[in-house]
């Protein structure tokens, strides 16, 4: 047989088993449901029945002070309690399951036949004003006696709601033992099945499985075809490892050749690659912000930046190395983690490059490493920055932009000094961050792209969000992610939302 078929056959024993259970699982749900729903209904009888008592009683003696007093407003109480048990009745009629009902019509029976024979033509001698003889008609006549089986009626009405609520309980207490019984059984008998599962699946797969892996993993190179026994499927396995085996082996061949045309900086490549990208930072209210990097095809992109929001000051770092190859990724990953401590140390950005600057040295100067680093006070638009020799960044408002320049020369450059500048970013206006790359790129036409094109896109996207933004701008750049580009490209945006 088959390894589908056996599988499909066990399966299909455990999948009926599960529909049983379920099945018996379902009705003893209901049953449960039913029993506890009965023993709440009950409880609410036995209040409702002490009502109909108190109904009863108020009846009596509101009914003798009329008689004996002469008053009227004995009278109107009586009234009250006969009209409020007609309605307690219907109440506990619905309450008390059908088998009940014989013990609640002797009660209704019993309080209609103590009005109708005692109680209304003693009222109505009582109209006529013939006191004396309702007294003594009420003292020797049924009233007393028709009472008193009101009263037994009531009696046993309450002994039979016990009774059944005494039941009630035992059933549902049953129903619950029942439901945790089978709940323990069907859970050993999944248990039960799943071994048995596991059991088969150990003696038609695994065992066969491991042995035609322990046949490839010590196969020599002279060893036959590996031929396991066990299911069709698993020998037609067998024939695919083998096939498998001797492709690997002509890949692996081909690999010990081309391995010694690689040099020993492809793993600084991806490690490079992996660490210029950082995740979006998460921004105060008013403020959004959106940087990417896309780098050249084939090579360590040269290009980087970083995003920090601290206490409402966001600080932007772009770097770009002006060659490519390992070592000006090298220089300029180098340029922007320096910068990233410099910026935590020292408020003014001016400073934080000259620091890299001496940090770095000659290691900055031979790749030309330049760099933008802005510091911007969310709660006042203040920006403050520095230009080392960077491409001029734009403050935009949707109508006109205005280049941020130069504020000195490139990092490393020995003796040198950054001025800080500081410049206010208006709501619903945005600052444009950028390397040369982004200009060197050609548009949908074949056109350059240059700083007017780019002002266009800014002013055809004002009010976009910063990550939609940045998209049509390498959109429009042609330098597109995941395409090949000549340089690598870093465009960042922030901008400052126009009050509500």
């Known amino acids: 047989m088959s390894l589908r078929r056996r599988l499909t056959l066990l399966c299909g024993v455990f999948l009926g088993l599960a529909v049983a259970a379920s099945s018996v699982g379902a009705v003893l749900i209901v049953r449960a449901r039913d029993a506890r729903n009965e023993r709440v209904a009950l409880e609410q009888a036995v209040g409702v029945a002490n009502e109909l008592k108190t109904s009863l009683v108020t009846q009596a003696a509101s009914i003798r002070e009329y008689f004996l007093d002469g008053n009227t407003d004995a009278y109107d109480g009586y009234t009250a309690a006969r009209l409020a048990a007609t309605d307690i009745t219907g109440r506990l009629q619905g309450l008390v399951p059908g088998d009940l009902d014989d013990a609640v019509e002797p009660v209704t029976h019993a309080a209609l036949a103590w009005r109708t024979t005692a109680i209304n033509p003693l009222i109505a001698l009582a109209e006529q004003g013939d006191l004396q003889r309702v007294v003594a008609d009420y003292a020797t006549g049924e009233a007393v006696a028709l009472f008193e089986a ?10 039979e709601i016990a009774s059944a609520e005494r039941a009630a309980d ?3 207490d049953a129903t619950r ?7 323990v059984g069907a859970a050993l008998a999944a248990a039960i099945g799943l071994l048995l599962i596991r059991a088969a699946a150990t003696v038609w797969l695994t065992h066969p499985i491991r042995d035609l892996a322990t046949s490839m993993r010590n196969a020599k190179p002279q060893d036959g075809p590996a031929e396991p026994g066990g299911a069709p499927e ?4 067998a024939r695919s490892a083998n096939l498998f085996r001797d492709r690997m082996r002509e890949a692996l061949d081909e690999a010990s050749r081309a391995q010694s045309t690689l040099g020993q900086h492809s793993a600084l490549l991806l490690s490079l690659r992996s660490r210029v990208q950082v995740p979006r930072v998460r921004m105060p209210p ?4 959106a940087a990417t990097l896309v780098p050249a095809a084939g090579i360590a992109a040269g290009d980087c930046y970083d995003l920090a929001c601290e206490q409402d000051v966001i600080t932007l770092i772009v770097v770009e190395a002006a060659e490519q190859g390992v070592v000006a990724a090298s220089a300029g990953l180098r340029a922007k983690e320096l910068l990233r401590v410099a910026t935590s140390l020292h408020t003014d950005v001016g400073e934080s490059l000259r620091w890299v600057s001496e940090q770095m040295g000659d290691e900055a100067a031979l790749p030309g490493v330049t760099a933008f680093v802005a510091r911007i006070d969310c709660a006042t638009g203040d920006l403050s920055y520095a230009s080392a020799g960077h491409a001029a960044a734009l403050i935009c408002d949707g109508i006109e932009y205005r280049e941020l320049g130069e ?9 040198a000094k950054w001025d800080t ?16 790359g982004l200009l060197t790129g050609s548009t949908a036409q074949h056109a350059r792209f240059g700083s007017d094109q780019l002002g266009r896109v800014i002013r055809d996207g004002y009010g976009d969000s910063c990550p939609v933004m940045v998209d049509q701008i390498l959109t429009e750049a042609g330098a597109v992610p995941h395409a090949p580009t000549s340089d690598d490209v870093v465009v960042a945006v922030v901008a400052r939302a126009m009050p509500m």
């Open 286 to 289: 008013g403020w959004d912000l």
């Open 421 to 436: 500048k500081v410049v206010t970013l208006a709501p619903g206006q945005l600052l444009v961050c950028y390397t040369d």
């Open 234 to 237: 698993l020998r037609d396995l």
């Open 407 to 415: 504020s000195g020369p490139l990092v490393g450059t020995r003796d």
């Open 177 to 183: 033992l029942n439901a945790f019984q089978f709940g």
């Open 170 to 172: 035992n059933r549902a």
């Open 150 to 159: 009101v009263t037994t009626s009531m009696r046993k009405l309450e002994s």
